[in-house]
């Protein structure tokens, strides 16, 4: 483990490993816990600071078992300490639309993946609905709670950008549609799933402290 500069995140989980570039300890954390971003709260630093690490097990792993290790490791490594905690708040429920889903299974093998870019494309490859999840969280900037009910690996196109031009008229000068709103489009046409805002009780990972230099390998 070490500090690193700024640059994309990855996580990558082998069979007995776990291996994260450019991580922040929130990023480590929401991993850990099965949570999104938004779900996990802390000092400023968490979000900031970023590091590498590698968590590698003895033996071959389901990916629950390598995150109980990951727990036991942010305790170690950092001397982290949490608790959960449930709150109020506002959040979004992706659930599957009346005609059910709009996407079948992925048949192929090889690592999963989820890309989105700024003209609002998702692509999600060999991924389960909770990596969509987490993704939709940065989007939305809130948690997102997933009651579709779906437990396989997909591979997804959303191109929710051609939306923009339809649900922007030039009397809106240079302000673009809430992102929210284009995605929950697209996510309903292309996808048959429904997104639903909403205040509800949600399950928070608290950091209560953390040290910022952690111990080495």
Do not use: C
């Not at 989820?114 to 991924?127: I, P």
């Amino acid at each position: 483990m070490g500090q690193h500069g700024v640059g994309r995140e990855t996580i990558q989980v082998g069979p007995d490993s776990v291996t994260m570039r450019n991580a922040s300890l929130r990023t480590m954390t929401r991993w850990a816990y099965h949570v999104t971003e938004y779900q996990v709260t802390g000092p400023d630093w968490i979000g900031t600071d970023r590091f590498d690490l590698t968590a590698k097990a003895p033996v071959p792993a389901t990916e629950d078992q390598l995150r109980e290790m990951m727990q036991t490791l942010l305790a170690d490594r950092f001397k982290m300490t949490s608790h959960r905690q449930t709150k109020e708040m506002q959040a979004f429920v992706l659930q599957v639309g009346k005609g059910g889903p709009k996407f079948k299974e992925s048949g192929s093998g090889g690592e999963s993946d989820v890309t989105a870019d700024k003209n609002y494309v998702l692509t999600v490859a060999r991924t389960p609905v909770a990596r969509l999840v987490e993704t939709l969280a940065g989007i939305f900037r809130a948690p997102v709670v997933d009651q579709t009910g779906l437990t396989g690996k997909y591979d997804v196109v959303l191109n929710a950008g051609k939306y923009l031009t339809e649900m922007h008229s030039p009397a809106d000068g240079d302000n673009r549609p809430d992102p929210v709103a284009i995605v929950s489009r697209g996510l309903q046409e292309e996808l048959g799933l429904r997104v639903e805002g909403k205040r509800m009780p949600v399950d928070l990972v608290v950091i209560e402290k953390a040290e910022k230099a952690p111990v080495e390998n």
